[in-house]
């Protein structure tokens, strides 16, 4: 005869790997954030321009923003997003304005 399995630890054991996982997918995002130079945004710019990319369903628009992640990701357009905290920190924002794929304020 087998040996029972154990289920409560593997549950326990995968419970544990999920909120490692958890918590290194909001670690992965600050840096993400920091690394764009988002991090120049309130909070409240952030969550707008989040909100506004989760709603978008213009597919061209999202094909840009994502060949524009990959450049970022393959190092391209790394000083780009440096010269954009420039830009976002001596340009005032303006209201209502949430970040275009620019990553400048008030942009389409």
Known sequence: MRKPRDYDAELKGLEQKAKELKTRKVQQLGELVIATGADAFSAEELAGALIVLAETTDVAKREAWSK?????????????????????????????????????????
């Open 68 to 108: 524009r992640g990959a450049a970022f990701f393959q190092g391209r357009s790394r000083k780009t997003a440096k010269a954009t905290d420039r830009d976002a920190k001596s340009t005032p924002t303006q209201s209502g304005g949430a970040p275009s794929a620019s990553g400048r304020p008030g942009t389409a």
